[in-house]
């Protein structure tokens, strides 16, 4: 699981950059359209979320502890939950949050594993 935690760390700093932005363009969109819309604001939490859980991820790739699974299933579900809830107009954000519920989900197993 470590090199899983390694790679992922990785990608999900890389993809922070690409969410953020699509969330800028989205949020301009929705200025635009000025029919309320969110997505652009829930691409910004999400990018958050994914960077925080990338770092997160890198870190605490070599510990023997569950602290840093719980904290990782923490971070992506939430950014997992904020993308689906609030994608509106910006579509790209549903991938961006199915990577985050894989690597929520990859946390639980991680956490399990370690038994």
Do not use: H
């Not at 200025?31 to 605490?60: C, D, K, P, Q, R």
């Not at 904290?71 to 950014?79: N, P, V």
Request: glycine share 14%; aromatic share 10%.
């Amino acid at each position: 699981m470590k090199t899983w935690k390694l790679v992922s760390g990785i990608l999900s700093t890389v993809i922070f950059l690409v969410v953020m932005f699509q969330s800028c363009a989205a949020g301009i969109v929705d200025a635009i359209e000025n029919a309320g819309g969110t997505s652009g604001a829930a691409g910004i939490v999400v990018g958050i979320l994914m960077l925080s859980g990338g770092i997160v991820s890198i870190v605490t790739r070599d510990s023997a502890k569950k602290g840093g699974d719980i904290a990782l299933m923490i971070l992506f579900g939430l950014a997992a939950f904020f993308g689906f809830v609030g994608y509106g107009n910006y579509s790209d954000l549903v991938i961006w949050s199915f990577w985050c519920l894989i690597c929520a989900i990859l946390a639980l197993v991680s956490m399990v594993k370690k038994g």
